[in-house]
């Protein structure tokens, strides 16, 4: 098993003093862990740290974290500082790497498809910010290939900000569908003439324990098209995991990178390939039918 470290040049590398820091704020965040009430009153005075707490889980608070910008949201400095400390400094930068690494691996799977129509399904899609910026940045650049879009949520909301999203990238919408459902019905979405070539469920298996992971892995693979490749990842074992668990109570279920090879090995995917940045916090990983 070896994670491949991407390097881009949009990419928010920790530089050194980052690093530093880090190494500095890490014992802070565990002292604060230990003691969640006295954590939860620091962290509370960040409204947007706040607002992606009550939001744990969602695309909504996926996107806060995609948006955060330093410059952009006021107010009162030890509120700017919380915020820029967790969006910067800790867990939010590698969320947003690790939504570059999925464009570019959607990116390549699409350009190297030997297909004429090529079909995509997106399980938790959320958004799908991944697919619909990637489609269309290759409309632009004048890729002319049928790509079919299948995008399945279990949050009505998730998919209307998603079809919004679609308008805004001036995407041809005739060619995507948004579906409300669970992703426990793979094969639902999988019928009449629909097998993906690619499928994408990143921001999920987190929340999936070991068996549930295997049965969809399985139930993915056997819905693949023939060549068919899977995008998906997992959050790594990381000093912030109790931190993030105690403090902003979102629970998820850490695994390292042989673990995520593991699940998909069993679940009979041949060629599995991980990626993420230096700090390594989100591992992606592809596997190849
Ligand atoms: C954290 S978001 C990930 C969004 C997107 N894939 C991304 O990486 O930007 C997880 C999404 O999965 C959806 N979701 C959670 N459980 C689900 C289930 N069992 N079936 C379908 N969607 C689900 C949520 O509504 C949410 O929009």
């Not at 929340?207 to 995008?231: D, M, P, T, V």
């Not at 990178?257 to 916090?281: A, C, R, W």
Request: hydrophobic share 45%; aromatic share 12%; charged share 25%.
């Amino acid at each position: 098993m070896k994670v491949r470290i991407m390097h881009f040049p949009d990419f928010e590398y920790n530089v050194y003093w980052i690093l530093l820091l880090r190494l500095f704020l890490h014992p802070i965040m565990k002292f604060f862990a230990s003691f969640p009430w006295l954590g939860k009153i620091f962290f509370e005075k960040s409204q947007y740290c706040k607002f992606i707490r009550e939001k744990a889980m969602s695309y909504v608070a996926l996107e806060k974290i995609y948006s955060y910008s330093w410059r952009q949201y006021n107010a009162n400095i030890l509120d700017r500082i919380i915020t820029y400390t967790w969006l910067n400094i800790f867990n939010g930068f590698s969320t947003r790497n690790r939504l570059k690494i999925v464009k570019k691996l959607l990116r390549d799977a699409l350009l190297l498809s030997q297909k004429d129509e090529i079909n995509v399904l997106s399980l938790g899609a959320g958004s799908a910010r991944s697919i619909l910026e990637v489609v269309s940045q290759l409309r632009r650049e004048g890729f002319s290939k049928k790509i079919k879009i299948k995008l399945i949520d279990s949050s009505r909301d998730a998919l209307n900000f998603s079809r919004k999203l679609a308008e805004e990238l001036k995407l041809e919408t005739g060619d995507i569908e948004w579906h409300r459902g669970l992703i426990d019905t793979v094969d639902i979405f999988c019928k009449n003439g629909f097998k993906p070539d690619i499928i994408e469920m990143v921001g999920l298996l987190d929340y999936f324990n070991h068996q549930e992971a295997l049965k969809l892995f399985q139930s993915i693979r056997e819905n693949l098209a023939q060549k068919g490749i899977l995008i998906t990842g997992n959050v790594n074992k990381n000093p912030e995991e109790k931190f993030i668990r105690e403090i902003i109570e979102w629970n998820m279920i850490y695994r390292r990178p042989n673990q995520l090879e593991d699940l998909l090995l069993t679940s009979g995917f041949n060629e599995v390939k991980m990626f993420s940045d230096k700090i390594m916090t989100h591992i992606v990983a592809e596997g190849k039918v």
